[in-house]
């Protein structure tokens, strides 16, 4: 990524301000926002914040069928954009977009330049270079066949600091529910667990440290759980003046069953990154009147990693 352009906090919450008044869609739906309502259920030590939000029914139920895909155009390619829809610039490969769909007051995505297909190969040093730049706000990853609605075109997203309760709970979860897994002069990989949705974290001073330390933890899951592809797993990425924070939750499944399942066992839950981080959305008004603990439960556990599958990765990355 060639260090032309680059796009700042600000200039992409004016870019929001700008859209809402000039594009009826993103007013309508970020006005629409402003309505959705909240069910928040307590775990141990941290919490599950359930969202219904209608807007959102075309993302959990998207076909990702890779025929489908090949017939259907392309959302995110530039020339099949909106014309309300402006763009930024971010280097020479990516446009930082308002994401007209909001799940966060301030909703981005960050779209390749190239229909190419999704995949953190070769790009995670983009995604923490975005997140130096956007730094107001918590730069996230879906993989392929972990909640991306648009696995062929690739893209990030970027949504409001603090938000997620990933992240209003970080200070507290580093606490009681880290344990370190490797140590370096620049850096560090802590294994998560007893989170509902386990994973590692990686704190680094350098961006160079922090793509090996990534490297390390994506082959000791690769180690594990060998697939053609990249291993599944969502990502989260934040920066502040002591360097990377960046969060990956591994996945062994990409929906529920009850996605599957009809009546009153159905649940439209096709969960993203958002969702792993502790914001889990609801698109059906009877799916949010039947959401329970137990429920999320039971669908965090069937697609997360356990506490002893961590340990195995982690006995790996060690």
């Not at 928040?40 to 998207?62: D, H, L, M, W, Y």
């Not at 390619?77 to 909001?102: A, I, K």
């Not at 002591?242 to 066992?265: F, N």
């Amino acid at each position: 990524m060639k260090p032309n352009i680059w796009v700042s906090s600000s200039q992409a919450k004016e870019m929001l301000i700008k859209q809402l008044a000039t594009w009826p869609l993103a007013k309508k739906n970020y006005e629409a926002f402003k309505n959705v309502q909240y069910k928040v259920f307590t775990f141990n030590g941290f919490e599950i914040k359930v969202q219904f939000n209608p807007s959102r029914v075309q993302s959990s139920g998207a076909n990702v069928d890779p025929e489908f895909l090949k017939k259907r155009r392309c959302f995110l390619c530039p020339d099949n954009l909106p014309v309300e829809q402006e763009r930024l610039p971010f280097g020479s490969d990516y446009l930082v977009l308002c994401n007209p769909y909001p799940i966060f007051p301030e909703h981005f995505t960050i779209s390749a330049r190239a229909h190419v297909a999704q995949s953190i190969r070769g790009r995670f040093p983009d995604m923490l270079e975005m997140t130096r730049r956007l730094d107001a706000f918590t730069v996230f990853y879906n993989g392929p066949q972990s909640g991306a609605s648009a696995p062929d075109h690739m893209h990030f997203q970027a949504g409001t600091r603090n938000y997620m309760p990933l992240d209003y709970e970080f200070e507290q979860i580093k606490e009681t529910k880290l344990s370190t897994v490797w140590e370096g002069k620049e850096g560090s990989v802590y294994a998560l667990k007893n989170y509902l949705r386990n994973g590692f974290v990686m704190r680094t001073t350098e961006w160079i440290e922090a793509a090996k330390l990534f490297d390390k933890v994506c082959q000791a899951l690769q180690e594990y759980h060998p697939t053609e592809g990249e291993p599944m797993m969502n990502l989260f990425c934040r920066y502040e003046s002591s360097g990377w924070t960046t969060i990956l939750i591994p996945r062994k499944k990409h929906r529920p069953w009850q996605y599957e399942a009809t009546g009153k066992e159905h649940l439209l839950s096709s969960p993203g990154a958002a969702d792993m981080g502790g914001l889990f959305i609801i698109s059906q008004p009877e799916d949010f009147e039947k959401i329970s603990a137990g429920l999320l439960q039971d669908v965090y556990e069937q697609i997360c990693l356990s506490n002893t599958e961590i340990d195995a990765v982690s006995q790996r990355i060690k």
